[in-house]
Structure formats: structure tokens, C-alpha cells
């Protein structure tokens, strides 16, 4: 189907978007060349942090697969601390909103530790 939306001439979103590209390759080639850079200076290092590289990617990936959703929200939590970017603000539950909802209505009822 054809569009009947006139196309976007203007050369600077493209260039936006192509300079967002290589800025995300970038950042995501840094961490993957330490090991190789080091390992031409000494291959045992570039081994050790290749593989410490790897043990870190498969742990936050099985947690972020397999664990409860706690530990995958502290994971995801995890990985914005390391970028430096702000944490989400929480949701707000309707707990949070009435505060007489928060405290447990007196039921007269006596327990088993209330001799």
C-alpha cells in the first residue's frame, strides 16, 4: 500500500538517528575489546577478564530467565546503577494513596500469643 504522507527532507533526523547508532555500538563494543586489547598485552589477563565477562553475562541472564520477578527487577536495577542512569520511580499502589488502609483494623478476636 502506498502512503499518502509526503517523506521527511530534512537530512538532520537521519543524522540524529545514524550518530545514535554508533553511539550505542560504541558503548556496547567498549566492554567486549577490554579482554582482546589486554590480552595482546598479556593473555592470561585478557583470558581472566574474557571469562569474568562471561560468567557476569550468563549469571544476569539466567536470573533475568529462571528467577522470581524480585531478582529480576533488582537485576534490571543492577544494570541501570552501571550505566549511571536514575532509578524508576516506584509505582504508586493503592496502599500508598490511603494511609488508613495501611493499618490493620482492630477485630476484637483474641490469638494464640495474646494470653
Known amino acids: 500500500m502506498a502512503s499518502n504522507q509526503t517523506p521527511?527532507?530534512?537530512?538532520?533526523?537521519?543524522?540524529?538517528e545514524i550518530g545514535r547508532l554508533f553511539h550505542t555500538i560504541g558503548r556496547g563494543a567498549g566492554p567486549v575489546t577490554v579482554p582482546f586489547a589486554a590480552?595482546?598485552?598479556q593473555p592470561v589477563l585478557g583470558v581472566a577478564l574474557l571469562a569474568a565477562e562471561l560468567v557476569f553475562i550468563l549469571i544476569v541472564f539466567g536470573i533475568v530467565v529462571y528467577g522470581t520477578h524480585e531478582q529480576a527487577d533488582r537485576v534490571f536495577r543492577l544494570l541501570r546503577w552501571l550505566r549511571s542512569r536514575p532509578e524508576p520511580s516506584a509505582p504508586i499502589t493503592?496502599?500508598?494513596?490511603?494511609?488508613?488502609?495501611q493499618q490493620p483494623a482492630e477485630t476484637g478476636l483474641a490469638t494464640k500469643d495474646s494470653r
Request: hydrophobic share 35%; no cysteine; charged share 20%.
Open 94 to 101: 493503592p496502599q500508598a494513596k490511603d494511609p488508613a488502609a
Open 39 to 41: 590480552a595482546a598485552l
Open 8 to 16: 521527511d527532507t530534512s537530512s538532520a533526523r537521519p543524522q540524529q
